[in-house]
């Protein structure tokens, strides 16, 4: 679906909750103006951290509009050079874009950083959700870099170690690691299909 057609859409159905009939598609020019319009209305203070409801983020994104912290996703992965898509795809996967998520072994915050790796990437406060975007964005750069660009074996080093990628010679036979891979994929390539603007990879 165009960008056109869905602010069509998206026109129409505000015309019809509003009760008024639906006015004709703004034109494709108007979509950076709107965009400006829209992020102007929601921007936040700088307070480190998105005070939007809902977790939705306010300012510059590369990800579709109502992402979770779709703006500090965007400038993490900016930051270290890769995809915004993967990065929310990796962020959903490990959290659900939930800051305070913990699991059993240890693992926290939007990223799921576990202690050892999080201090390492020079992340002091995991459940502080700039921090933790940024430390794991900078560890799949990391993993991306030790397996040549390698997006399957980097995720599956995020997800198991970089030690187990290197002994199989790419993602372990465990069922969680090729769940983790094949899902995060998927949640990338759904934020690419409905990001409004290319990412970067």
Do not use: C
Request: net charge neutral; no cysteine; proline share 9%.
């Amino acid at each position: 679906m165009s960008v056109d057609a869905v602010l069509a859409r998206v026109n129409e159905l505000q015309q019809m909750i509003a009760g008024a009939p639906p006015a004709a598609a703004p034109p494709s020019n108007a979509f950076a103006s709107q965009l400006a319009n829209a992020t102007a209305a929601t921007a936040t203070p700088a307070t480190g951290a998105s005070t939007v409801p809902g977790y939705l983020s306010a300012g510059a994104s590369n990800l579709p509009p109502g992402t979770p912290f779709g703006a500090e996703i965007t400038a993490a992965a900016n930051k270290h050079g890769i995809d915004p898509a993967l990065l929310a795809g990796l962020v959903k996967q490990e959290s659900g874009f939930d800051p305070n998520a913990g699991s059993s072994a240890g693992a926290r915050g939007l990223t799921q950083l576990m202690p050892g790796t999080a201090a390492g990437l020079g992340v002091t406060n995991v459940l502080d959700p700039v921090q933790s975007l940024d430390g794991g964005a900078k560890y799949l750069r990391a993993q991306l870099d030790a397996f040549g660009g390698d997006v399957t074996k980097a995720l599956a080093a995020y997800n198991a170690g970089p030690g187990a990628v290197q002994r199989y010679g790419g993602v372990p036979p465990y069922a969680e690691t090729q769940n983790y891979v094949r899902a995060v994929q998927a949640n990338a390539a759904a934020y690419r299909a409905a990001s409004p603007t290319p990412s970067i990879l």
